[in-house]
């Protein structure tokens, strides 16, 4: 079906074609009447993630490698022929290779890591501004990781305290950044704009070591996708506990 032709609201997710990415978009599809673009750089997962939620009518996919600018503006394209707007924007894609402290840290592997989770959210939530200032929601979630704040970062008692993850941690910490400030600067115009944490979860980033389903933090960060907008503030750091120090 034709998201022009349809009163839903609409939400690009990218990394949606497995993990927490496909969850967030299975639970706004099923348990929230969203149509969801599923952003996926192997096409090829991306349809099958799309047959896998069954839903085929309110799902598209596109082929949406973050870490390259041809490959969202292309993405971008594609979602503009078929719809004017998006309400909600989930910048969810985000890569973990290395395990090391900063003194340790390949430097190459470093802003390989920025590449996709700064730098791509960074690229993707502009190409797709336009459609989000169409959009009646306005919603813009940044999948953080508490491993991104340095006010637990620096306090002992902190259970991931001293972890060697510094790629990974940086990378989420100048995300939540990016949260900060662009919440500030689209604040006047109704937007929320914020920081999610779904938790130490089961995925392929962390070879399935996680404590949590990718089910219930892809229902988390869904349910901070599409709360109304008078029902969450801009501009803050979310788990769901409530709100984690920056």
């Known amino acids: 079906m034709d998201p022009k032709q349809i009163i839903k609201p609409i939400a690009l997710i990218s990394g949606a074609n497995k993990g927490i990415g496909f969850e967030t978009a299975k639970y706004l599809v099923k348990e929230k009447g969203y149509f969801v673009f599923i952003g996926a750089r192997d096409i090829t997962l991306g349809k ?104 637990l970062a620096s306090y002992p008692e902190y259970k991931f305290f001293g972890n060697p993850f510094f790629s990974y941690g940086a990378s989420k910490t100048a995300l939540n950044a990016f949260t900060v400030h662009l919440a500030n600067e689209l604040r006047s115009e109704g937007f929320k704009v914020n920081s999610a944490n779904p938790g130490f979860t089961a995925t392929d980033l962390n070879h399935h070591r996680g404590i949590k389903s990718a089910k219930q933090a892809g229902e988390f960060i869904g349910l901070i996708a599409s709360l109304p907008i008078g029902n969450i503030p801009t501009g803050s750091y979310f788990n769901e506990d409530g709100v984690l120090p920056f």
Do not use: C, H
């Not at 090391?100 to 190459?108: A, L, S, V």
């Not at 939530?125 to 991104?148: F, H, M």
């Open 48 to 151: 099958k993630a799309r047959e896998e939620i069954g839903a085929l009518q309110d799902t598209l996919v596109v082929q949406l490698d973050v870490s390259n600018e041809d490959s969202i503006k292309n993405a971008v394209q594609e979602i503009s022929k078929r719809t004017n707007s998006i309400d909600v924007l989930v910048n969810n894609a985000a890569i973990a290779i290395e395990q090391k402290g900063p003194t340790q840290t390949d430097i190459k592997t470093l802003k390989s890591t920025f590449d996709v989770n700064f730098y791509g959210a960074i690229l993707l939530t502009q190409a797709v501004l336009p459609l989000l200032r169409a959009g009646k929601e306005k919603n813009i979630v940044n999948v953080s990781s508490d491993l991104g704040s340095l006010g």
